[in-house]
């Protein structure tokens, strides 16, 4: 079921390029409990709560860099190898550009009708995504030369509440202002 190294690399390099600046939300994942996964048609982020339904808010000190965890819906397919896209248990599998050069921390986005921010904390595989998904999957994620890709995902925090769905829209509204103060993106590719 889990995919080798070298197969997963040479289907990682193979994908066409994610949409930079307009995508789409492909699944919403609410995690009520561990291991526990609920699929709300809609459903609304608050910088409060987070995604409503999901386990962020029931922690004794939520930590708003990692209100809500983003995946890429074709690496999250690549790595699933058929398995529901839903078990990895990010909030929002999309269909986006997440690498550093493209959404760096800071970046505003509008997700649905929600304003969302990207965090500078990691999100990185752990061992339940190793043993979901296989150890090369969790190594592929941290090869040198697809670190900037964010394969695994990136956090959001919520600015302004608002309603997601599958289907709903993703804009790019503002990246960070580089070092010499012109916006901080230029496009970063693992393709060969």
């Known amino acids: 079921m889990h995919l080798p190294y070298d197969l997963l690399n040479q ?3 193979a994908l066409p390029p994610p949409p930079a600046d307009a995508g789409t939300v492909v699944l919403v994942v609410a995690r ?11 459903a609304s982020v608050t910088p409060e709560g987070g995604l409503e339904g999901d386990r962020w808010s029931q922690r004794p000190a939520p930590n708003p860099e990692s209100q809500l965890t983003v995946m890429r819906a074709d690496v999250a397919r690549l790595f699933a190898n058929w398995q529901p896209l839903s078990l990895f248990g990010d909030n929002l599998i999309v269909e986006l550009d997440l690498a550093t050069a493209n959404l760096p ?8 009708e929600a304003l969302c921010e990207v965090t500078p904390k990691p999100h990185t595989g752990c061992s339940k995504f190793a043993a979901r998904f296989g150890q090369d999957a969790r190594d592929v994620t941290f090869a040198e030369e697809f670190l900037d ?10 600015i302004e509440a608002g309603e997601v769905a599958p289907g709903d829209a993703i804009q790019v509204l503002s990246r960070p202002a580089g070092p010499n103060g012109y916006p901080g993106r230029s496009r970063m590719s693992y393709h060969s």
Do not use: D, K, M, S
């Open 11 to 13: 289907r990682l390099r």
């Open 32 to 42: 009520p409990e561990t291991n526990a996964r609920c699929l709300p048609e809609r």
């Open 105 to 112: 921390a800071g970046t505003r986005l509008r997700v649905g």
């Open 149 to 158: 890709a964010r394969l695994r995902g990136l956090h959001f925090r919520v």
